[in-house]
Every structure is written in structure tokens, then in C-alpha cells.
């Protein structure tokens, strides 16, 4: 067998630290934050590197992007509902910041019952085991019956729900981000799976209503698609429906001669799951474009994400 001795370090070769190229400066560090200074100055004191440079650039392309009058669509998973930010998403549609809404079914679910009752999010485990899991009455009930009246009118999901919230008397209407679309004109559209959300459990549930009015929907969020040019999307807390969706929206718009190329494309959540990371940030942006993956908690992200946009408009 050969025999290896060390090597010797004596003869390797080196050059001036002032001729190699750094990633990291000094000019683009943090700056301790000054007690009584605004949001706009935090947000501009992050250090410009790595997530908070990110952070910096989707507000910037977020800003942009409504100033030259093009999209910013929100594609959402029910977890930022169920940990209260409809309030936030609101706010967004209202000040012409989210210009557009899609969703998994689940979210009708928790915006329903937030606008009926201001409580959501049943404890799964202990109604599993008492077989009484997703089997509150008004919600299925309700439910059901908008979506079943809507799109038997021609609607799809999302604007059958809005308007039946819209037009109800739930005490808190006003935090439904379905009833808002509706009454701003903003396109909301829902996507299901079907046997994933509760209400497809109750007797009222028509599969052919349910199935038709999400098919109108996907080819209502593939028409908000092929407007994307020069405009953002955001996935916010989804890791298979709307990525899935949005991919085949893309295709559909793209297909029939729309160009949609220069986008902007970010995926927001606690785990960089492989679906958003392939469907919405690099296939997407391939050709042309830019994403982000912004990593943490809804609750606190989109928050200081929505901040951070209304002080750079």
C-alpha cells in the first residue's frame, strides 16, 4: 500500500486581502435602531443581505409594480386566516395594493366563520376522536348553500361566497376577505380539492356545483394571470394547491399567446417546500423575471412585508 505523508504549507501561494473580491461590506450592514425612529427607518436599516436584502427587493418590486398600474396577486393556503390576518389583506385591497385573491378551499371555510361568529379553527384531535371533526352546522350548511345558489347563477366560488357574505347579516362581515372582494370588484377566486375541506362532509354539498364553480375560477385566475406582466405574485402559506394552480394558469395564459415573462414571483412561508420552490419561484422565471423565498412565521412576515410596502407607496 503507498504511503502518505502531510503536506507542507510552506510553498502555497497567497495574495493581498485589498486585491479579493468580498461579498460583505461595511456600507451594507445593520444600523441599531434609534429609540423613537419610524418603520420606514427600520426597514431601511435592515442590513442589505441575504433574507432582508430580499425583504427590501419585494417591497421594491410590490411598490413598483402598482405604480406602473400592473397586478400583485395574493395566492393563499387558510393558515395566514386562522392566525388573524385577514385584517392585513384587507387593508391591501382596500389601499389598491393586492389587486387580485386566490385560495385553497379551506379558506372560505375560516373566512365564514370569522365573519359569522369572529372564532375559527376547531381542535381537530379532540373532535377526531368524537367523530364530530368539521361538522358544525351553520358552516356547512352555509356554505353549501352559497355556493350551491351561486354558481347555479353562473358565479364562481370565490364570488358566490363574497356575495353571500356581502349580503348577510354576519356581525363581522366587515374582516371577510371574501365579502371585500366582492364589494371592491377585486377577483377572488377558490380552488378545490375535493373531500379536502370540511363542508364536502355535509349533506348539502353538491359536487357538480363545487366542481364547476372552481373550474370557473381557475379560468378566471388564469385570465388574472395572463395580465401578470411586469406585476408580482405572492404565495402566502401554500405548499401544493395554489403553486399547482398557478403553474397550470401560467401555462394556460402563456399558451394562448399571452406574454408573461418579466414577473415577479415570491414564496412566503415557515418551510421552503419543494412545490413553491419549482411552481412558483424557478420554473415560473426561467426565461425571465425574479423571485424570492422569504422564510418565518405569516404572522409576523406578511405583517412587516405589508408595513414595509405602505411606507415605500
Known amino acids: 500500500m503507498k504511503k502518505y505523508k502531510p503536506v507542507s ?3 502555497v501561494k497567497t495574495y493581498p486581502l485589498s486585491l479579493r473580491k468580498s461579498k460583505v461590506e461595511m456600507g451594507m450592514a445593520a444600523v441599531p435602531h434609534a429609540r423613537g425612529a419610524s418603520f420606514r ?3 431601511e436599516d435592515l442590513p442589505s443581505v ?5 425583504l427590501k427587493s419585494v417591497v421594491h418590486a410590490v411598490a413598483g409594480a402598482r405604480r406602473r398600474g400592473r397586478p400583485v396577486v395574493l395566492g393563499m393556503g387558510a393558515h395566514p386566516i386562522k392566525v388573524g390576518l385577514s385584517p392585513v389583506i384587507i387593508d391591501l ?6 389587486t387580485a385573491v386566490a385560495t385553497n378551499g379551506a379558506c372560505i371555510i375560516h373566512d365564514f366563520e370569522l365573519s359569522l361568529l369572529g372564532r375559527t379553527s376547531e381542535d381537530v384531535a379532540s373532535e377526531l376522536c368524537s367523530g364530530r371533526f368539521g361538522m358544525a352546522r351553520e358552516t356547512g350548511r352555509e356554505l353549501n348553500r352559497a355556493i350551491n345558489r351561486g354558481v347555479g ?6 364570488n358566490s361566497v363574497g356575495r353571500y357574505i356581502y349580503e348577510s347579516k354576519n356581525a363581522m362581515k366587515d374582516k371577510s376577505i371574501f365579502s371585500e372582494s366582492f364589494r371592491l370588484g377585486i377577483p377572488a377566486t377558490v380552488h378545490v380539492a375535493l373531500g379536502s375541506d370540511i363542508i364536502h362532509m355535509h349533506p348539502d354539498a353538491d359536487g357538480s356545483r363545487i ?3 372552481s373550474l370557473r375560477d381557475f379560468k378566471l385566475f388564469a385570465s388574472v394571470i395572463a395580465d401578470l406582466e411586469g406585476g408580482v405574485y405572492i404565495n402566502l402559506g401554500s405548499a401544493v394547491i395554489m403553486p399547482e394552480v398557478f403553474l397550470k394558469a401560467l401555462t394556460v395564459a402563456r399558451n394562448l399567446g399571452n406574454k408573461v415573462e418579466d414577473i415577479t414571483t415570491v414564496n412566503m412561508d415557515f418551510i421552503q417546500h419543494y412545490r413553491p420552490r419549482e411552481n412558483v419561484l424557478c420554473r415560473p422565471t426561467l426565461k425571465k423575471g425574479r423571485s424570492y423565498a422569504l422564510t418565518g412565521h405569516h404572522e409576523i412576515m406578511f405583517p412587516l412585508l405589508a408595513a414595509a410596502i405602505i411606507e415605500e407607496m
Open 9 to 11: 504549507l510552506k510553498k
Open 211 to 213: 366542481g364547476k364553480g
Open 41 to 43: 427607518e427600520f426597514t
Open 50 to 54: 441575504l433574507a432582508a436584502a430580499d
Open 93 to 98: 385591497m382596500r389601499k389598491g395594493i393586492i
Open 153 to 158: 347563477k353562473g358565479y364562481g366560488i370565490g
